[in-house]
């Protein structure tokens, strides 16, 4: 190794010193700039308006209610419209063949009756109308008298109930031998009877009713 001398180190003077004075005198610290009173409350109430507003919006998807499905259709099968003017016409006809009901009794009541009914024939039937009911029998809606529409006995087809309507049979008295009154359509207006010397009087109404009453 060489014995030559070593070279100071050559340093400005005045960066040294200022270098120097920086360290044994430090700078104080600079204060934090503090943000405005105004600032600060501003800020807390956007926070507490977002914090309510979403709290808000949770409670109202909790207690919101589940939508309801809407019910299916229910498919109402199509009724006839019931026309009260009918049915008030109807009730006012409901006694006309009580006044036949009271000549069938009196035929029968007669001595040279002995009990027996009118022959079963329509025109034995006109007799007894002229004779027992000689006002005539009359509509209690509309006031249009009634005529014999057929007698038979029960079983024959003289009568064909279920082909009689308002519309081609109306006012129309038919009586049938050996047979009861049971209800108000042509299925069912009358029945066979096992009594004697009985006869079903009926007729037909208005929505195809039928009015029946026996001796």
Not at 1 to 27: E, Y
Request: hydrophobic fraction near 40%.
């Amino acid at each position: 190794m060489d014995n030559q001398q070593q070279q100071p180190v050559n340093m400005p003077t005045n960066d040294f010193l200022a270098r120097m004075d920086m360290a044994a005198n430090p700078q104080p610290a600079q204060p934090k700039k503090k943000l405005p009173r105004g600032a600060v409350i501003g800020i807390i109430a956007g926070v507490a308006v977002i914090f309510i507003t979403i709290l808000t919006i949770i409670v109202i998807n909790i207690m919101k209610p589940a939508p309801v499905p809407e019910p299916e259709p229910i498919n109402v099968p199509d009724t006839p419209e019931v026309d009260i003017e009918i049915i008030e016409r109807n009730s006012l006809r409901a006694n006309d063949l009580d006044i036949v009901s009271d000549a069938v009794k009196s035929y029968q009541a007669a001595k040279d009756a002995n009990g027996q009914l009118p022959g079963p024939d329509a025109k034995e039937w006109e007799k007894l109308l002229k004779v027992y009911i000689p006002q005539g029998v009359y509509d209690g809606a509309d006031e249009t008298k009634y005529t014999i529409g057929g007698v038979c006995i029960f079983g024959e087809s003289c009568v064909d109930i279920s082909s009689l309507s308002w519309e081609n049979d109306a006012h129309k008295i038919f009586a049938l031998y050996n047979a009861d009154c049971n209800g108000k359509t042509r299925d069912n207006v009358v029945v066979s009877s096992t009594r004697k010397r009985r006869v079903a009087i009926f007729a037909v109404i208005e929505n195809n009713e039928f009015i029946c009453v026996t001796n």
